[in-house]
T-cell receptor
């Protein structure tokens, strides 16, 4: 069975500082991994996804994530935080076995950006 | 840009009452999903739907739950007799294609917050 664990329910950074949101996965098969972001009062928006091509995945808004099989990690980074990055971020892995591959989510990490 | 919409944004109901949560998926999408998030917990998969039938469902999706695509644009989730533990944020999602296709990304709506008293 697949699962993801997000370390840190709340991360606070200063504007311009590095953003690092941690996600570790568990999967018995090569995983498909995703990062979603939720801004206040909005739906979950896809930031980026890993589907076994390049291990470094670039997403929207300057975010990227690196798939590290040896560490079973898929951490999300952004070199320089912006106030508009304040949101909740969810890591997810696609479930195997079903015909449509439902997503299995982590608990989410709320990112605060201080001026 | 096309988006998934959900109504209402917040629903308050009494225990034992029926509720219907509504979603309008993106118009050319063929696969539909419901997820929920109980406060402080993970987003959990409930059900997926394709070609007018359920494709997969989780253990949470018991006989109290049902889904329907009544008119070709709406996708609804019905809870027949709500329980206190059904209080959660319910997210609808849709995708153009199923797993493995290049257009299988799931697009989510803003959610409906259901409060059962």
């Amino acid at each position: 069975a697949q699962s993801v664990t997000q370390l840190g329910s709340h991360v606070s950074v200063s504007e311009g500082a590095l953003v690092l949101l941690r996600c570790n996965y568990s999967s018995s098969v090569p995983p498909y991994l995703f990062w979603y972001v939720q801004y206040p009062n909005q739906g979950l928006q896809l930031l980026l996804k890993y589907t076994s091509a390049a291990t470094l995945v670039k997403g929207i808004n300057g975010f990227e994530a690196e798939f590290k099989k040896s560490e079973t990690s898929f951490h999300l980074t952004k070199p320089s935080a912006h106030m508009s990055d304040a949101a909740e971020y969810f890591c997810a892995v696609r479930s195997y076995g079903g015909s449509q591959g439902n997503l299995i989510f982590g608990k989410g990490t709320k990112l605060s950006v201080k001026p | 840009e096309p988006e998934v919409t959900q109504t209402p944004s917040h629903q308050v109901t009494q225990m034992g009452q029926e509720v219907i949560l509504r979603c309008v998926p993106i118009s050319n999408h063929l696969y539909f999903y419901w997820y929920r998030q109980i406060l402080g917990q993970k987003v959990e998969f409930l059900v997926s739907f394709y070609n007018n039938e359920i494709s997969e469902k989780s253990e949470i999706f018991d006989d109290q739950f049902s889904v329907e695509r009544p008119d070709g644009s709406n996708f609804t989730l019905k809870i027949r007799s709500t329980k206190l533990e059904d209080s959660a944020m319910y997210f609808c999602a849709s995708s153009e294609a199923g797993q493995g296709a290049s257009t299988d990304t799931q697009y989510f709506g803003p959610g409906t917050r259901l409060t059962v008293l």
